[in-house]
């Protein structure tokens, strides 16, 4: 026996100068007497990513426990399909968030915790949302500014959330034994055990004995034929938009120094989407949207736009092909502009790289804290106090691979405009180039962030319809997967009664070369051929692909006859069959 428990979110206080805070999984797991035997290492899945812990202990004596701990909610944006098997194979989910950080709750609220009721899909799993800290409200001390900046949630906002969720609602004040062991613990032991009552009511069914007639046994029904294995394509989003700043195609920003002598090019696009000092550069937002003084002082120190750069340009090239000039007034910032520039590109997430290569171009200490300070001003977020956490690998991962989608289907920056059927769609010819190979784009919002969740089994055909038209190969194959894994959720009396055509979709995927698919759905229709059988449809399938189901049908023909063989024999016998 087992218990497995999914936890999600970051606990840890925003405000906390303390970068060694234990997190509540693990806090649970040290301090509780009925936790046995504990084990930490990342995930085998996620190692690569680091995107989550496992921890594997004893609890109860002899019962496995698992958890998978996600301090980041990239997985739900990078990889739904994974996130969706952690939330399907949970008995208990919890849900936890710093009670200081008022923004990432907001996330938690608008995005994520919708997502986590699809995945469940009505599903009876126990879900635990604890606020974690001390609330800490620390008012604005910028005489400019009069906004609100109490970032703190407040019981009514966690309990309301708890609430629409059909959750249970905790408030831990602090990690010791009084809120983790009797608290948060006595919660999560609670659930533990409903969970693993209702597996031992479960399995004793399995149990059950069937009566089979002694001198004539039924005949044996084999397993249906294992379907094709789909596996999937590795994201190539941060080497996309890497590769990108190597090739310099698109390029409408070039930064020099102040004595014209170093030339670095760029992408407004790309700059933008992880700076709002770069937004106020290229007039994207003005000082008024940004109420933070210190983003517009960074702006005027760091770099001057030249007065009309992009009005005189060469015979016969169009005014929006030339770059926008950029002076960069810091001779030692413009010593590091390219290095600075590779880790915007690479994901803007590799800041221990970064420290590194930088100290070694400039081998000076003081000179490398300059740089890296002002590194931290451009990244800064409005509002919110620059410290070294905020640069951390993980939180500005987090930034940038949400913060380019803001740019999809918007006006903002766009240097290409496509007209569909009358309507037009905005886009950048950067991020077209960095994605696609094929130049006549593709409306997806996949491009601008490399995820990607369907809302029904046709959008996702016809979305890789396209993907193979433009061949984005990976977007095809998270399509596939979509399909394949709805289809499979699909319970029998749900496939006998849908309008959605197997037979279809099939056609369509052959059609457009999707072989994974076109074979598996084939697999489909012949694991569930007393279904498809008893459908119009099923006589649109071509002679070699009828040939093919009723090779691998299951039931098979054979069975069936036995079956009838045997039923026949019962009933000579006047013998009452338990079995069927």
Not at 53 to 69: I, K, P, S
Request: proline share 4%; with cysteine; aromatic share 8%.
């Amino acid at each position: 026996m087992s218990v497995n428990i999914v936890a999600f979110g970051n606990e840890r206080d925003v405000l906390s100068e303390d970068s060694r805070q234990s997190s509540l999984m693990w806090s649970y797991l040290r301090r509780s007497a009925l936790i046995s035997e504990i084990d930490s290492s990342p995930s085998a899945e996620h190692a690569r990513s680091s995107v989550t812990t496992e921890y594997q202990a004893c609890v109860f004596g002899n019962v496995r426990l698992v958890v998978h701990d996600c301090p980041l909610w990239d997985i739900f944006d990078s990889d739904w399909y994974t996130s969706r098997s952690l939330i399907g194979g949970a008995d208990i989910i919890v849900i936890k968030y710093s009670v200081n950080d008022k923004t990432s709750f907001q996330d938690l609220k608008d995005s994520y915790v919708p997502m986590i009721k699809k995945a469940l899909n009505h599903c009876s799993v126990p879900v635990i949302i604890s606020a974690v800290g001390a609330r800490k409200n620390v008012p604005c001390t910028c005489p400019l500014c009069n906004l609100d900046r109490r970032n703190c949630v407040s019981t009514s906002e966690g309990a309301q959330l708890a609430k629409e969720f059909g959750a249970t609602y905790l408030e831990l004040h602090a990690l010791n034994d009084f809120y983790i062991q009797k608290y948060f613990g006595g919660v999560l032991e609670y659930f533990m055990i409903q969970s693993l009552n209702q597996k031992s009511s479960e399995k004793m069914k399995k149990r059950k004995k069937i009566q089979k007639c002694q001198r004539v046994q039924p005949p044996q029904l084999e397993q249906p034929e294992k379907m094709p294995i789909l596996k999937g394509e590795a994201s190539r989003y941060d080497s996309d938009l890497h590769n990108l700043l190597f090739c310099c195609q698109c390029a409408d920003v070039a930064f020099y120094s102040e004595d014209s002598s170093k030339v670095v090019k760029a992408h407004k696009v790309i700059l933008c989407s992880v700076s709002h000092v770069f937004m106020l550069l290229f007039d994207v937002k003005s000082p008024a949207d940004i109420h933070d003084p210190s983003i517009l002082r960074t702006a005027q120190s760091l770099f001057a736009v030249e007065a009309g750069a992009g009005l005189l340009t060469p015979h016969g090239v169009p005014p929006c092909s030339v770059p926008v000039r950029v002076v960069v007034k810091d001779s030692v910032f413009c010593s590091c502009l390219s290095d600075i520039l590779h880790f915007i590109y690479s994901g803007a997430f590799q800041w221990e790289r970064l420290e590194e290569d930088i100290k070694k171009k400039l081998k000076d200490s003081e000179k490398t804290e300059h740089v890296l300070e002002k590194v931290k001003c451009i990244l800064k977020t409005p509002g919110k106090v620059n410290s070294l956490r905020d640069c951390q690998s993980h939180q500005i991962k987090r930034l940038y691979s949400t913060s380019l989608r803001l740019f999809f289907n918007t006006p903002v920056l766009a240097d290409v405009i496509f007209i569909i059927q009358g309507a037009t769609v905005p886009a950048h010819r950067a991020v077209l180039v960095a994605r696609c190979e094929v130049m006549a784009a593709m409306f997806n919002e996949y491009l601008y962030t490399d995820s990607c969740c369907p809302a029904s089994i046709l959008q996702a055909m016809s979305l890789l319809i396209c993907a193979e038209m433009y061949q984005v190969m990976r977007l095809q194959h998270i399509c596939e997967l979509y399909i394949i894994t709805q289809l499979q959720s699909m319970p029998s009396r749900e496939l006998a009664s849908t309008s959605l055509s197997i037979v279809s979709l099939l056609k369509k995927a052959k059609f457009h070369n999707s072989d994974c698919l076109s074979t598996w759905l084939l697999h489909f229709i012949a694991t569930n051929y007393l279904i498809f059988s008893q459908k119009p449809e099923f006589q649109d399938l071509s002679v070699e692909e009828r040939s093919f189901v009723e090779m691998h049908r299951w039931p098979s023909s054979m069975y069936l006859k036995q079956l009838a063989e045997y039923r026949n024999y019962i009933h000579s016998q006047k013998c009452h069959c338990t079995v069927m």
